[in-house]
């Protein structure tokens, strides 16, 4: 077995300089998903059969399509419809890229917490005189946000993975570092390995801290 343990631990102090940028990147992006999702998971609940047909089909493009694929759509095939769209640079394609696609899952995700929400208390709501968007911003989204937590936190989990295809467009991430630590010291498997682990490491920490929130938000419903 050829492994070299030196190649690897000498790895990490080089990668673990990308990790604020591909947190950054994933933040934003999730961020953005969040706002688009919860659009969209209120468009799907709208009366307008068309505006709910166009949720829909946002919704089953981005979540029926590789994530590669809709990253290579904005960055190479934008530009080719829409010339203003070659100022796009990798970064800003990418967070679009995860951007949406993430947002469709999420999408999902708040239309299920939505769902979970007793439709009583909205009529009891607007029966003591509040309109239906103070309803929704008083009672009906905080209950739905402590519901949505937990597979909004799994998703970003995902997104933080996915950050790694940024790569492919040319983004200096963590991936794409590890990619040139590997190919110019011939330790693919020792870098590779070292890149896995810091992933790992990353998903435990913030799994540590969801667990830390989903508790937090418990205590007024525990006994």
């Given at each position: 077995m050829n492994f070299d343990l030196k190649a690897m631990l000498e790895a990490f102090p080089i990668l673990i300089k990308y990790i604020p940028f591909?947190?950054?990147?994933?933040?934003?992006?999730?961020?953005?998903?969040?706002?688009?999702?919860?659009?969209?998971?209120?468009?799907?609940?709208?009366?307008?059969?068309?505006?709910?047909?166009?949720?829909?089909?946002?919704?089953?493009?981005?979540?029926?399509?590789?994530?590669?694929?809709?990253?290579?759509?904005?960055?190479?095939?934008?530009?080719?419809?829409?010339?203003?769209?070659?100022?796009?640079?990798?970064?800003?394609?990418?967070?679009?890229?995860l951007s949406l696609k993430n947002s469709s899952y999420l999408a999902e995700i708040f239309r299920a917490a939505l769902h979970s929400v007793d439709k009583g208390q909205l009529e009891a709501s607007l029966a003591v005189g509040m309109t239906k968007a103070q309803a929704y911003r008083r009672i009906i989204?905080?209950?739905?946000?402590?519901?949505a937590i937990p597979a909004t936190g799994n998703t970003f989990i995902a997104l933080v993975k996915e950050t790694s295809l940024a790569f492919t467009l040319g983004v200096a991430e963590l991936f794409s570092q590890g990619k040139m630590i590997a190919v110019s010291s011939f330790k693919f498997f020792e870098t590779y390995l070292a890149i896995a682990i810091i992933y790992w490491v990353l998903t435990l920490i913030y799994s540590f801290l969801q667990e830390l929130l989903e508790r937090k938000l418990s205590k007024p419903y525990s006994s």
């Amino acid at each position: 077995m050829n492994f070299d343990l030196k190649a690897m631990l000498e790895a990490f102090p080089i990668l673990i300089k990308y990790i604020p940028f591909t947190l950054l990147m994933a933040v934003v992006s999730m961020i953005i998903a969040i706002i688009l999702g919860l659009i969209i998971a209120l468009l799907t609940k709208n009366d307008t059969p068309v505006i709910k047909q166009l949720a829909k089909l946002y919704l089953s493009f981005f979540r029926g399509t590789p994530t590669l694929v809709q990253l290579f759509l904005i960055y190479y095939g934008l530009p080719q419809l829409f010339p203003s769209f070659s100022v796009i640079d990798g970064l800003t394609a990418s967070i679009i890229g995860l951007s949406l696609k993430n947002s469709s899952y999420l999408a999902e995700i708040f239309r299920a917490a939505l769902h979970s929400v007793d439709k009583g208390q909205l009529e009891a709501s607007l029966a003591v005189g509040m309109t239906k968007a103070q309803a929704y911003r008083r009672i009906i989204l905080p209950q739905a946000t402590r519901n949505a937590i937990p597979a909004t936190g799994n998703t970003f989990i995902a997104l933080v993975k996915e950050t790694s295809l940024a790569f492919t467009l040319g983004v200096a991430e963590l991936f794409s570092q590890g990619k040139m630590i590997a190919v110019s010291s011939f330790k693919f498997f020792e870098t590779y390995l070292a890149i896995a682990i810091i992933y790992w490491v990353l998903t435990l920490i913030y799994s540590f801290l969801q667990e830390l929130l989903e508790r937090k938000l418990s205590k007024p419903y525990s006994s």
